[in-house]
């Protein structure tokens, strides 16, 4: 069975993995008939954020792999275990947990630097040309990934495509219900919530992802 791995980056759009994009991820992967694992580090949070508030909750910590299984209802593992081997493809979600503890990328910008687990993972999949999808603010840590030249897209943000140019990259503007594709490297990615104002225009570029990933694995 096709086995797809999902990374995630906690439980909430403002401190971890966008809740609405993972479950849309999940879904359009079972929908493919798609066997997933889902992974996370096993690290703390750069900070909790009060999602009714918005509101930084000063004294609290949390570890982004705990707060993943919430999303995977307990079925996630450690990130410092996967291997690329096992799986023919892999898909990050969004959410600031993708700038803030998948990477510092909301805090350094183009200047940030990235999980060296995840780094290593990934590297995997674009060694042997394996799928890989990125949606969201994720995309913005590709080019320390793939390196220069990488053709992405996080929506239409001007500051952050300029972050992105920076480290190497090439954005491509693309509206909320569409995908940009390194067809050289088997990569998509998708704008979701960068752009989304509702759950189901989120989900119109999440799968065309999912469903580009599928075409990729044939």
Do not use: W
């Not at 694992?37 to 509101?55: K, R, S, W, Y």
């Not at 840590?141 to 920076?166: F, N, R, S, V």
């Amino acid at each position: 069975m096709t086995k797809i791995a999902v990374v995630l980056s906690g439980s909430g759009v403002f401190d971890g993995a966008e809740i609405h994009e993972s479950v849309l991820t999940l879904l359009a992967l079972e929908r493919h008939g798609f066997d997933y694992q889902c992974f996370a580090p096993n690290i703390e949070q750069m900070h909790v954020i009060n999602h009714l508030t918005g509101d930084v909750a000063e004294g609290e910590s949390r570890n982004v792999l705990v707060e993943s299984a919430r999303i995977a209802r307990g079925n996630v593992k450690d990130l410092a275990e996967a291997k690329a081997d096992d799986f023919d493809a892999a898909i990050l979600p969004g959410g600031f947990g993708a700038a803030k503890n998948l990477s510092d990328f909301a805090v350094k910008g183009s200047d940030c630097s990235v999980n060296p687990d995840l780094v290593n993972f990934i590297k995997g999949f674009a060694k042997d040309k394996k799928p890989v999808g990125f949606m969201c603010i994720a995309p913005a840590m590709l080019p320390h990934i793939y390196g220069e030249g990488i053709k992405l897209t996080i929506g239409t943000d001007q500051d952050t495509a300029d972050a992105i140019e920076a480290m190497g990259g090439v954005h491509q503007a693309c509206p909320v219900d569409n995908i940009v594709v390194d067809a050289g490297n088997n990569l998509v990615t998708t704008p979701a919530y960068m752009l989304a104002s509702s759950v189901s225009e989120a989900a119109k570029g999440i799968d065309k992802l999912v469903d580009k990933i599928a075409d990729m694995l044939g």
